[in-house]
């Protein structure tokens, strides 16, 4: 079934401002309350799903949307929305049926006759879930597939890329750049062995270090770490099974027994140079930064305590559990020891930072805060500070919600937090989409500028930004 702008659905991703949108539009000279700064300069994009045919709308899982890009380019106090479908060779196989071609995670058993075509691929690069920028190009990232080259600031698909044929596994939506070497660290995830790969790609874009990484089965690893001079994976334990999806069973699904157990390899090891730092069992989707610091490695992210958002589902019993907080382990290289602990007592995700400093010490972290009582629902943005050990949070407002804030640096930057947090707010009581704007300095004092965008940007996954070359 194809969807409508103004879909009423049972299925929870399907309804309200999780609903699709249709058509692609161009909005300039928005209302703005407050002042667009003139010190922003760049793209501020978010990509999520946005499904056109779909299979089956009970079985309908938010991560089967087609991706779509909602943008905003920011230049001497000026902004231009755009929103612009990713066109995939899977979302372009559905357009030109005018049907569901692929029909979904959560009905992967069923057993209607597959429509994919000979020679098409069997799974849709879906290119719904996170951005990277690395040597002038922005890809927009599906993990199981291959990145999707994206035009900025018009957002033309470019295509896949495979580096060359070099790239042999599936590419995590989560890779880092070290903006100081201007290397790429990445990996993917697999159901067959080997069940993780980590590659390396240079300043210049080519791929030039691929190795296996062993473990005992594969587990849904969204993320990883890096520092200066180690990568970290995160053998946790929401582990993937076909058998147990033949079953009946969910494939995903949070499996305590497994552990928890952090990896930590050079750069440019191999599996055999792996040295694994079991830790206390939780769940990690969204890592917010790693570093070396002496004798240690220090990682910050989102842990919850039992499963995580995306497995535990809409029906969790104890959302809070499930809901993340912001955690830190110290892993001694020397002495095997591993310290933990929670840094801030706001349930959040989405953990991001000045993407400058990725690898580097880092001060502050920004993130999304969960709403207490509604699933996949964040209706605050939180800035931590490692050096005061203090969190700071802005609120939305009753009835508003909003998604991932992201770090723009201001032209000129002086200091890792000399810039703007960006985000998308949707207003459920006025239907009203917003694009907020605040100092990173002074978060609890919230936007320096609210844009009014004159068409509804739904609910969505990763942010990104651009500055302006």
Not at 339 to 361: G, M, P, V, Y
């Amino acid at each position: 079934m194809a969807q409508s702008e103004t879909s009423n659905s049972t299925n929870f991703f399907l309804d309200g401002n999780f609903a699709p949108v249709m058509q692609e539009r161009d909005a300039l000279d928005m209302d703005v309350k407050g002042a667009i700064p003139k010190d922003l300069a760049g793209n501020f994009l978010r990509v999520g799903p946005n499904p056109v045919h779909i299979f089956d709308e009970a079985a309908y899982h938010t991560f089967d949307g087609d991706g779509m890009i909602h943008a905003i380019e920011f230049h001497d106090g000026q902004a231009h929305y755009r929103n612009r479908f990713v066109q995939t060779q899977g979302f372009k196989l559905e357009q030109e049926r005018g049907d569901w071609v692929y029909k979904g995670m959560n009905s992967m058993m069923d057993p209607t006759p597959s429509r994919v075509p000979d020679g098409a691929p069997r799974n849709k690069n879906l290119a719904n879930t996170a951005f990277t920028y690395h040597n002038n190009t922005l890809y927009a990232l599906h993990e199981p597939s291959r990145p999707t080259a994206i035009q900025l600031p018009e957002l033309e698909t470019l295509g896949t890329v495979d580096f060359d044929g070099k790239l042999k596994h599936p590419f995590t939506a989560h890779p880092k750049v070290d903006q100081k070497t201007g290397e790429m660290m990445t990996f993917g995830y697999a159901f067959q062995t080997p069940y993780v790969s980590y590659s390396v790609i240079n300043a210049d874009g080519e791929l030039i270090h691929t190795t296996p990484i062993t473990i005992e089965k594969p587990v849904f690893m969204h993320d990883f770490a890096v520092t200066e001079k180690y990568s970290l994976f995160l053998d946790f334990p929401i582990t993937l099974d076909i058998e147990r999806a033949i079953a009946g069973g969910p494939a995903l699904d949070f499996e305590p027994e497994h552990g928890s157990r952090i990896g930590v390899m050079p750069r440019f090891g191999t599996d055999l140079d792996v040295r694994w730092f079991e830790v206390e069992t939780g769940s990690v989707v969204h890592t917010a930064n790693a570093w070396d610091e002496g004798d240690e490695i220090v990682m910050q992210a989102s842990r919850s305590k039992t499963s995580d958002i995306a497995s535990a589902g809409l029906d969790a019993e104890n959302l809070e559990d499930t809901q993340g907080q912001l955690y830190e382990w110290r892993i001694n290289l020397v002495t095997g020891v591993v310290k933990e602990q929670t840094l801030s007592e706001e349930h959040c995700d989405f953990t991001r930072i000045n993407d400058t400093h990725a690898c580097h010490k880092t001060r502050y972290v920004y993130a999304a805060v969960f709403n207490p009582s509604r699933p996949f629902s964040f209706d605050g943005v939180m800035k931590f500070d490692n050096e005061t050990q203090t969190t700071a949070t802005f609120k939305y407002g009753d009835n508003r919600f909003g998604g991932e804030a992201v770090f723009a640096p201001k032209v000129g930057a002086q200091s890792e937090d000399d810039g703007y947090l960006i985000c998308f707010v949707q207003d459920e009581t006025t239907g009203q989409s917003e694009c907020l704007i605040l100092d990173a300095q002074n978060v609890a004092a919230g936007p320096v500028a609210t844009i009014l965008v004159p068409y509804r940007v739904p609910y969505g996954f990763h942010s990104g930004w651009v500055s302006a070359a």
